[in-house]
C-alpha cells in the first residue's frame, strides 16, 4: 500500500492546485462585462449564424482526431517498450517493428484516401 501513496499525493496536489486556480481566477479576474466580450471569439471574424441543432462539422475533423489517438497511442506503446528494450531482446523487436509497420499501413492508407488534406 505504501507503493500509492506518492499517486495519490499527487493526485490531491494536482486537484488542489486546479480549484485554487479556479477559485482564484473568480476573486482576482476583472469584472467588466460587456456586449464583445460576450460574444463567441471567431478570430477577428464576424460569427455567422448557427442553425439551430448546430450544424453539422465535416467529417474530416473526426478523422484528425482519430488519427491523432492513433498517433498518441503508438507513443504510449513506445516509451516502454524504449525502456525494457534490453530485457525483450529479439523477440520484443520483431514485435514493435510488427507494430509500427501496421500503424504505419494505416497512415499510408489515410494518406492515400487524401484524408490529410485540408481544402
Known sequence: MNLYVPIVVLGVLALLFSAGSVVMGSFTGPKRWNRARLEAYE???EPTPQPVG???FPVKYYLTAMLFIVFDI????LYPWAVAFDHMGLFGLVEMVLFIVTVLIAYAYVWRRGGLEWD
Open 43 to 45: 478570430c477577428g471574424i
Open 74 to 77: 503508438e507513443i504510449i506503446f
Open 54 to 56: 448546430g450544424g453539422r
